[in-house]
């Protein structure tokens, strides 16, 4: 039945008759049962999930994960920061590091690459690009470590 209750053993002039009423497509489910098992669906839809399922998913894709910093940024926010930037290097992300400089901030871009460095050990991933400057912004790209395969 087109609601997901059984019809129990019915025959199959009955069966056809069922699904010409209800609209749908007597579709054989088992037919090394005895007696074989039917089932009254939409044939394309159950077609189309039938292909989903053996092309399985494209899995997830990674994305670039931005994380902002101060210039003067302190040892604890760092931490912090850094925690969250693991996370998504777990879960296969990669992540942009950055740190704007302001004003007189732009004399000394040394003091800003040092934090990312250390903001990239905090991280424990793997540099996919160093700390570089580009303009007024300092950054760097993290990519997850891989895998040892077990």
Do not use: C, W
């Amino acid at each position: 039945m087109p609601d997901g209750r059984s019809a129990g053993s019915v025959g199959l002039d009955q069966a056809r008759y069922l699904a010409a009423q209800y609209g749908l497509d007597l579709v054989e489910i088992a037919p090394k049962a005895t007696p074989p098992v039917g089932r009254l669906l939409d044939y394309n839809k159950f077609r189309y999930q039938q292909e989903k399922l053996a092309r399985g998913g494209k899995g997830k894709t990674t994305q670039l994960k931005e994380m902002r910093l101060g210039y003067a940024i302190g040892d604890h926010d760092l931490s912090v920061k850094a925690k969250r930037a693991k996370e998504f290097l777990e879960e296969g992300h990669f992540v942009r590091a950055f740190i704007n400089l302001r004003g007189r901030e732009n004399i000394f871009p040394d003091k800003a690459k040092q934090s990312l460095i250390a903001f990239q050990q905090l991280t424990g991933g793997t540099l996919e690009q160093p700390a570089s400057q580009v303009g007024k912004r300092v950054q760097l790209i993290i990519k997850p470590q891989r895998k040892p395969n077990a």
